[in-house]
C-alpha cells in the first residue's frame, strides 16, 4: 500500500509534509506547473494516513490494492468538525463512507 497524490487537487499547502512521520513527502515544482506535494520513497510509506487526513483538498488517497482486501480502493478523509468521514472509492464507482468521531477514534 502507498499514498496516490491528485496533483490536479493539490495546492502545495506544504500540511502533508508537515506531518509525515517518515519525512517522505516534499513539495515540488516542474516547468510550467503549480507546487505539489510528492512521496520521495513509497516503499517506505508506514500507510498512517496522517497525510491523508491532514489534506485539505482530499488530493491524498490511501491505495487499498486487492491482495490486502481493499479491493483496489482508494481511501481519503474529509474533517467535519469532530467527525472524520472516511470515504473508500472502488474501481466500479461505489463508495463507503465510515463516519468516526475523532474524539473516540477506535469506536465507529
Keep these: 500500500m502507498s499514498i496516490v497524490i491528485d496533483t ?5 499547502c506544504d500540511a ?10 516534499r513539495l515540488i515544482k516542474k516547468e510550467s ?3 505539489y506535494a510528492q512521496i520521495r520513497y513509497p516503499d517506505e510509506c508506514w500507510n498512517c ?3 491523508v487526513k491532514k489534506c485539505p483538498r482530499q488530493a ?8 490486502s482486501g481493499g479491493n483496489g480502493a482508494r481511501l481519503q478523509a474529509r474533517q ?6 472516511w470515504v473508500a472509492r472502488f474501481p466500479d464507482n461505489t463508495k463507503k463512507t465510515i463516519i468516526v468521531d475523532s474524539r ?4 465507529y
Design 80 to 85: 467535519k468538525g469532530t467527525l472524520l468521514h
Design 49 to 51: 494516513a496522517a497525510c
Design 104 to 107: 473516540n477514534p477506535n469506536h
Design 8 to 12: 490536479n487537487r493539490c495546492i502545495g
Design 60 to 67: 491524498i488517497s490511501l491505495y487499498l490494492p486487492p491482495e
Design 16 to 25: 502533508c509534509c508537515k506531518i509525515c512521520p517518515g519525512s517522505l513527502l
Design 33 to 35: 506547473q503549480a507546487v
